[in-house]
């Protein structure tokens, strides 16, 4: 009986490390709870904890302290993360050549995208793809936050800012002015005021970066709401409490109070190189370039 227990706990040392506990490593390393790699890898924390404790076994080594603020990383934990993270570009690589390799141009193509173009432009480029494409399946990530295309969270991306990247394919799909928009009444009220006076809905603090905010920072504005969602900032503006600094095209039921600040906003469509070879990606790019083109 005692031989047979030694057995097989030396069978389970000699097993191999299972490859696909490395993204609940970098997970839970980059969320910093159990729940927060649950979150990222769409599974309970329960099994984010046995995975994480089947792979320190696996190692023979303790990858992280539980604590009530959460998993702080051990010293094993940050000297394994570089390996971590090269074994998840080399599978990302992998996946992203066999991917290249499609025939056909059909199953989902994940696109990121501002709040603002999710809903003034791209339902014109969904119901052209499937037109054309009837077997695709875009799914919109829509919002602010950055999208790593090099770790797959997104297949292709629009952004308001030009992205830099050797691995990356970018073209600008438009360019337009940046003007001051808000409700008839306020424009009235308004006119003629110095613009660090009027009232203005911005983004919080953890988009200050963005130009519209800068510029708004930049003249000393009157900020009487920050948020992080263009949404909530139209609907504010709709409803009155301030001016937005905004392109005209998704200003629906906003007029200008200056209609060119001499900002200039534009639009940018970027992918991997390897995943812009992709049938399914490739027939969003060219549906996307064509829709914004037609718009000019």
């Known amino acids: 009986m005692m031989q047979h227990s030694l057995a097989i706990m030396q069978a389970q040392k000699e097993a191999p490390m299972r490859w696909d506990d490395l993204p609940v490593f970098l997970a839970a390393l980059r969320g910093g709870s159990l729940a927060s790699a649950g979150a990222r890898l769409t599974i309970d924390a329960s099994t984010v904890s046995r995975r994480l404790g089947a792979l320190e076994r696996d190692l023979d080594v303790r990858l992280f302290d539980r604590t009530p603020a959460g998993l702080s990383p051990t010293d094993a934990a940050l000297r394994l993360l570089p390996l971590a993270e090269q074994a998840e570009a080399a599978v990302d690589q992998l996946q992203r050549e066999g991917q290249a390799l499609e025939q056909e141009i059909e199953g989902e193509v994940r696109i990121a995208c501002p709040d603002g173009v999710a809903t003034e432009f791209m339902p014109l480029v969904l119901v052209r793809l499937k037109e054309r494409h009837p077997a695709l399946v875009p799914t919109l990530i829509c919002g602010i936050a950055y999208v790593d295309l090099n770790r797959r969270e997104a297949d292709l991306a629009l952004r308001t800012s030009n992205p830099r990247g050797d ?59 920050r948020a992080n969602s263009l949404p909530a900032h139209l609907a504010a503006a709709r409803a009155g409490l301030g001016f937005v600094v905004n392109v005209a095209e998704s200003s629906a039921g906003l007029v200008p109070l ?28 060219t549906v996307v370039r064509a829709t914004f083109a037609s718009m000019r």
Request: aromatic share 10%.
């Open 167 to 225: 691995d990356l394919v970018t073209v600008k799909l438009a360019e337009t002015k940046v003007g001051v928009f808000g409700t008839q009444a306020l424009v009235d009220r308004w006119r003629g005021a110095e613009l660090a006076e009027v009232p203005f809905i911005t983004w919080d603090a953890g988009w200050a970066h963005l130009e519209d905010a800068r510029f708004l920072a930049s003249i000393g504005a009157n900020v009487v709401l």
């Open 258 to 285: 200056v209609d060119d600040l001499g900002v200039t906003g534009a639009l940018w469509l970027t992918a991997h190189h390897t995943m812009r070879r992709v049938p399914r990606v490739n027939a969003v790019w």
